[in-house]
Every structure is written in structure tokens, then in C-alpha cells.
């Protein structure tokens, strides 16, 4: 494998991913009792945004088949109308490729290995990979954008990525 072409995975940390939006977790979330104290409301986890007109918010549900590592990245996309956030439904291994931009295009991608419990919200404009489940077929809530207008951009790098197991 050329080392040069390697992405090596991280833990996702709240710190390690602000430049491409926020970890939805529970860990140092603002808190409280609802419903007579019968549930536990975590607050306000992730900022959604919402450009371009007639812009609504969507929930869906999407069941994402497994990756193998390593993996070839061929490809990463944007959304410059709206953020995209995704919360895993069970405690399948998946994988969170982001990387900055650099004049309109993908810089070098990271990869982080969400821990059980841990989400993510990709700001508006973050360049991702596809929806990558490890293992076995998952299923994740996603809100993200809906209205009129391209929310979708995509990148196809000239000489993949490799996403290395460790």
C-alpha cells in the first residue's frame, strides 16, 4: 500500500472532529428530567442548518450494507445547503471519513471510529464519505435538508485513498 495514499482511523473526539461539525453523545450533554421524571432529555446536540429556499427539515432512516478495510476512497461529497447528521440505531462499528476543504476541493480525508452511542452532525459544506457501516448491515437516523435547489456535491479523487484497518 502506498503510505502517502493511507488514512489511518481515530477515536472520534468532540475536539478532534469541530472542524467538520459536532459528536452527538450524551457524555457532558445539558441535561434534565421530563415527563414527571419518568425521561431524561439531552438538549440541543448538534446544530442544524438549513440554507437555500423552501428549506425543511428531514428525517429518514437508512440502512447501510458493510465496508470491508481497507477501503478504497474513490469519492466524497458536500452538502452547501444544509448539514447532515447520522445516529446510529444499534452498536455496529462505522466509520466517519471528513476532510476540510482546500479552495473547493477535499484536502486529505481523516477517518474516526465512533465509539457506541456516538453520532455525528456534518456541518453544511463538510466533505464526507458515503455512509460507511464495518461488519454487518446498520441502520442510522439521518436528519439532513430537504427544499428546492443542489444539495449535493461530489468530489472523485484522481488517485484513491486507502482507509487502513489500524
Same mark, same amino acid.
Do not use: C
Given at each position: ?9 481515530? =477515536? #472520534?473526539?468532540?475536539? %478532534? !472532529?469541530? *472542524? ?59 452538502? =452547501? #445547503?444544509?448539514?447532515? %447528521? !447520522?445516529? *446510529? ?78
Amino acid at each position: 500500500m502506498d503510505q502517502s495514499r493511507a488514512i489511518h482511523i481515530e =477515536p #472520534l473526539t468532540a475536539e %478532534a !472532529f469541530t *472542524p467538520f461539525g459536532q459528536v452527538i453523545e450524551r457524555a457532558h450533554a445539558h441535561h434534565y428530567p421530563i415527563n414527571a421524571g419518568m425521561t431524561e432529555r439531552y438538549h440541543d446536540l448538534a446544530k442544524i442548518e438549513l440554507a437555500g429556499p423552501l428549506a425543511r427539515p428531514l428525517i429518514s432512516i437508512f440502512d447501510g450494507l458493510p465496508y470491508a478495510l481497507p477501503l478504497t476512497l474513490k469519492m466524497v461529497e458536500r452538502h =452547501p #445547503l444544509g448539514s447532515q %447528521a !447520522f445516529y *446510529p440505531l444499534s452498536d455496529a462499528p462505522w466509520l466517519v471519513i471528513v476532510a476540510e476543504d482546500n479552495g473547493g476541493e477535499p484536502a486529505k480525508p481523516r477517518a474516526f471510529r465512533p465509539e457506541p452511542g456516538q453520532g455525528v452532525n456534518l456541518a453544511r459544506n463538510t466533505w464526507h464519505g458515503v455512509l460507511t457501516p464495518l461488519e454487518r448491515n446498520s441502520a442510522y437516523l439521518v436528519v439532513d435538508r430537504g427544499g428546492e435547489g443542489n444539495n449535493l456535491e461530489e468530489h472523485h479523487f484522481a488517485t484513491p485513498w486507502i482507509v487502513a484497518a489500524g
